[in-house]
């Protein structure tokens, strides 16, 4: 436990330039998400239990403090938007009770309308394969979603022997099924 803090405490977390404040960005954001940012205290504890932290170029409660502060450009064009999974590991621990993944499905959406040229394309196509997903069945039909990933990426051969081992173990369902009231579950995307 000591071990894990002193690394923490001796981690370099990155420092962005900010590029100018754009305060209907804010409001854009906070509208879309439905979260007050403003609320945000910078504690870091979002940071700290985040387990992708490691990999973004934007820290979660930076990401937070950039809305604050209209930073709009490097946010939106940041990878952390698009390699947060919404594992909500954050909002459990977060005392002001932000909602994150909601706030990064704003940042996303925002990005894509803005046609973001540092979008990564492997992520968004893999996003979009699994909104469809979830549009079409009401819930994730995983090979469907490896099919047309792997169809728009042209990365046809990696992760057959992953896949092949969830199909033996019965982790993935050949056929599709369908939530009852499908067409209410439409209207979500509207
Ligand atoms: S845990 Fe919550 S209050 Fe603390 S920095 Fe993160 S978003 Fe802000
Ligand atoms: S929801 Fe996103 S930002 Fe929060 S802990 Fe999970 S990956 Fe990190």
């Given at each position: ?8 405490e001796?981690?370099?977390?990155p420092?962005?330039k ?14 879309k998400?439905?979260?007050?940012v403003s ?14 932290s490691?990999?973004?170029?934007i ?9 604050q ?5 490097s ?14 590991s ?64 042209l990365?046809?051969f ?6 092949l ?19 209410k ?5 509207r």
């Open positions: 436990m000591i071990e894990a803090i002193t690394s923490e001796n981690r370099e977390y420092v962005k900010i590029s100018g404040s754009d305060f209907s960005f804010t409001s854009l954001i906070k509208k998400s439905k979260v007050n609320s945000c205290l910078q504690c870091f504890t979002c940071t700290v239990g985040c387990p992708f490691d990999l973004m170029d820290m979660p409660n930076q990401a937070i403090r950039s809305i502060i209209g930073e709009k450009k946010l939106l064009e940041s990878s952390t938007i698009w390699l947060c999974v919404g594992c909500n954050c909002a459990a621990e977060c005392p002001m009770g932000i909602d994150m993944p909601s706030v990064m499905s704003a940042l996303r959406e925002v990005a894509i309308q803005e046609k973001v040229k540092t979008i990564p394309q492997d992520i968004y196509t893999f996003h979009k394969s699994f909104l469809n997903s979830v549009k079409r069945y009401g819930r994730a039909y995983k090979i469907g979603i490896m099919l047309s990933y792997k169809l728009n990426t990365d046809l990696s992760d057959g022997k992953t896949g081992q969830m199909l033996i173990k019965r982790k993935l369902n050949i056929l599709p099924s369908k939530v009852k009231n499908i067409r579950f439409k209207k979500l995307f």
